[in-house]
């Protein structure tokens, strides 16, 4: 929410477009894809930065090029991948995460009606430009930004993100993940759309699954049943569906929901295709090695901090949920 803060603050709309964010442009969704693929960001951590990129002036398809790159791959999940999953699983899902992001940024650009971009955001414009004259002291801009994303932005989206969170705790916590894991190994149940739909409602973190589908993978399942999972998993989750379909539009989540879907099911299908006799790579030394190698660049808070945060996002929660019913009871009344 800080950074989200300070890019609406500081990124006005002259700024997206001149990085041909503000436009239907490839070389805008080229930029997004590879930002996100640096970018250890889980898929419910880009719903702030994603929506405020839109509300400062991004065109839809950079901003869904963004909130798939980022979850999907970055530097320490393709060590993991290389150590639990091998090199050719990884080598598939790194092109799935880079030609994914790309083709869901161009699908939005095309296909984007209403939502394709945020209209107030250029409405305000000549606002904008006045304010570059007046030229507020960089503290008091910082000091701006951060009010209207723990106020408007916080409130806006923290019920989605809460309730979208219960939803899929629920749905984890009636199908753990021994049954998904037995479901998944058994080649004579599995089957790419169930993978797929169970996926993208779990919230699936980038890193922290690897061991989980290697293990699966290990136990006999084919290597498009890694793929299919982690694309449609990490890429998305109930929570960050229920966002973009509140804050940005019905149209933006159908986009983004189908197109995920659609293109873990090719990346599934083609993996298996391309590694009809694939032997698992599970390796003690391997193992160690990488996972060593990850944790270099992990960043661990205490669980204090994280309970803490926790906390501050379900309060955001339920003052938005009291408003809720305090103006539905005047309206009412």
Sequence with gaps: FAIAGVIHEFVG???????????????????????????????????????????????????????????????????????????QITLIYVLMGFFCPMLIGIIANKLGGEELYYKPAYENKRIQLNLKKVKLPVAQRIKSGLRWSFTELAMAISKYTVSGMLIAGILFTVVPQGAIQRYLGDPGMVSLLGITVVAALMYVCAVGHIPFIAAVVASGAAPGV???????????????????????????????????????????????????????????????????????????????????????????????????????AKAHA
């Design 226 to 328: 890694a793929i299919t999972f982690l694309t449609a998993g990490c890429a998305t989750n109930i929570a960050e569906l229920i966002s973009i379909r509140k804050t940005i539009g019905k149209r933006a989540v159908a986009l983004y929901a189908v197109s995920v879907l659609a293109l873990s099911q090719v990346g599934g299908i083609l993996a298996n295709k391309l590694l009809p006799d694939f032997q698992p790579v599970l390796d003690f030394d391997k193992v160690t090695n990488s996972i060593s190698s990850a944790n270099a660049f992990l960043i661990e808070f205490p669980e204090w901090i994280q309970t803490i945060c926790s906390l501050v996002l379900i309060g955001y929660a339920l003052v938005s949920l009291f408003k809720i019913l305090k103006k539905a």
């Design 13 to 87: 709309t002259d700024m997206m477009k001149k990085a041909n964010l503000g436009s239907t442009k490839l070389s805008g969704i080229l930029s997004m894809t590879l930002t996100g693929m640096a970018l250890p960001i889980c898929s419910c951590g880009t719903i702030p930065l994603g929506i405020s990129m839109y509300y400062s002036g991004a065109y839809l398809g950079p901003v869904l090029t963004f909130m798939t790159s980022s979850p999907m791959i970055n530097p320490i999940a393709i060590i993991l991948r290389l150590g639990l999953l091998g090199a």
